[in-house]
């Protein structure tokens, strides 16, 4: 043993002696590795809950009607997707990952499975939050708590409540006297309109009927006198999780509808080649002109 | 009476005992005062009072961490691992990089270039002029000197390397061959035969 070795042995004994060092308690150590554990088991439930929002948000099919809230597909996907969610998951993995990394034996995994297993589990998480409703009852609690988070329900509203561009959200008040073809329509803001329902399929009054809240798709046809034509009803859906089979049903019945309207006009215009139409069927059609039968696909 | 020759105890049975009785810690410090003065004067401490000061930070910071050693890892990649972080730590602190003096080791040198691992893309003259590489090693990239020291010098393992370094066996493996590419770049722009 040399001098130095002799001198370092017997300086550390004395320096952990004089200044009473002791090793750290095995507690601080285990509860360094618990924060750890807790912190990514943290970050996957934050993670699951933002996958299990963001299936609910893409589920939702909120670009069902894009035809009616949008120039085109493209358009409805970019304002409906939740940017929000997908950042939160993004730094979920991230704060998942480092946390794994800095576990005792965390280090000896490579990236790639660290990532991987991360958006794994959170998927899997997610799904099953989803599948349970918890994706919809996130979404509307926070929508109902904070101001600046845009809820499916607030994006819907938001997306819906525009008469100029022939959308509303609200419910029937009352009927107007017998024999009529308008209904006194209370819109999501308050304002009662008379809505012409002379386009309307008797299933279509039936809903109007139910005094439930419905999504109006129609035309102003006098703003100040507050006259809107109605073209479509269709159920609101935001007040339970709806299930996919019920969604794509909903599309299909707005895209038959506004076939319909399409293929009304058809007929319309053939009458008026022929002259036989009458001045009162003339007068009152006017579905086939508002924009989302315009985007409908034709045939052939 | 029993006449086989007594083992001595092994690290992680000093690291019990120290833990019953501080004065053990001393056999530790006895155990590994050489080998991290030489490895951490590979990582660039080479004054020795500065060598001094690092080593009694290392084996402080191990005797206030025993508690949390993992007893599934060797110890001496534990200590290693405290090593290597205040090398490094006390380089980055003087903003300094660390100069290539591995002249001592030619021998390691020899040992290491003769070597048929990783050795597909470089090929090295056995006449060895250690001290170039030497400074090679210190102007390559510290991710690659740190597990060439560790393999080629420090002779160890991948998985201690792994476990010193905290980064995954595959990665290790990556590493050396990468930083033996980059060391043999070195070389060559320098014409140096070795």
């Known amino acids: 043993m040399n001098s130095d070795n002799e001198t370092l042995r017997k300086k550390l004994l004395e320096q952990i002696d004089d200044q009473a060092i002791n090793p750290k308690p095995k507690v601080v150590f285990r509860c360094r590795e618990c924060a750890v554990w807790s912190l990514w088991l943290l970050s996957v439930v934050v993670g699951g809950m933002a996958v299990a929002v963001s299936l609910f948000v893409i589920i939702h099919h909120q670009y069902d009607f894009y035809e009616a809230t949008h120039e085109n597909l493209l358009t409805a996907l970019v304002d409906s997707l939740p940017y929000l969610w997908i950042i939160i998951f993004g730094l979920m993995v991230l704060v998942a990952i480092y946390n794994i990394r800095h576990t005792k034996k965390g280090y000896r995994y490579p990236v790639w499975f660290v990532l991987s297993s991360s958006i794994v589990l959170s998927f899997a998480l997610g799904s099953s939050l989803q599948y349970f409703g918890l994706g919809h009852t996130v979404d509307k609690i926070l929508g109902q708590n904070m101001a600046m988070y845009m809820s499916q329900e607030k994006l819907e509203s938001r997306l819906w409540q525009v008469p100029s561009e022939g959308r509303m959200i609200g419910r029937q008040i009352f009927t107007t006297v017998s024999p009529t073809s308008t209904i006194v329509f209370q819109d999501y803001r308050g304002v009662r309109w008379t809505i012409d329902v002379s386009e309307l399929k008797s299933e279509e009054l039936d809903l109007l009927l139910e005094q439930e809240k419905v999504k109006l798709i129609g035309r102003p046809t006098d703003p100040t006198l507050r006259n809107f034509h109605a073209c479509g009803v269709f159920p609101w859906m935001m007040d339970k999780p709806m299930k996919l089979s019920e969604l794509s049903a909903e599309r299909e019945e707005f895209v038959d509808r506004m076939l319909e309207h399409a293929e009304a006009g058809r007929k319309l215009v053939a009458m008026k080649e022929t002259r036989e139409q009458t001045a009162s069927s003339s007068r009152k059609k006017i579905c086939y002109q508002i924009a989302p039968v315009k985007k409908m696909p034709t045939e052939g | ?194």
């Open chain 2, 1 to 194: 009476m029993d006449d086989t020759p007594k083992l001595p105890p092994s690290d992680e049975e000093l690291v019990k005992m120290t833990l019953q009785d501080k004065s053990f810690f001393g056999d530790l410090v006895d155990r590994y005062e050489s080998k991290l003065k030489r490895y951490i004067a590979r990582l660039g401490v080479k004054n020795p009072d500065d060598q001094l000061d690092v080593l009694q930070e290392i084996f402080l910071k191990t005797y206030k961490n025993l508690n949390g050693f993992d007893t599934s890892l060797r110890f001496s990649s534990w200590i290693y691992r405290i090593a290597h972080n205040e090398a490094v730590s006390w380089y980055r602190k003087r903003n300094v990089r660390p100069e290539g003096h591995l002249i001592a080791d030619s021998e390691d040198i020899i040992q290491w270039l003769s070597t048929k691992e990783d050795s597909a893309e470089v090929l090295f003259d056995k006449t060895v002029n250690a001290e170039k590489v030497g400074e090679a090693l210190a102007e390559i990239d510290d991710k690659y000197r740190q597990v060439l020291i560790l393999r080629f010098f420090e002779h160890k393992e991948y998985e201690e390397i792994s476990d010193i370094l905290k980064i995954p066996v595959g990665s290790v493996g990556t590493l050396i061959h990468r930083g033996k590419k980059s060391l043999a770049g070195v070389l060559n722009k320098d014409a140096v035969r070795i």
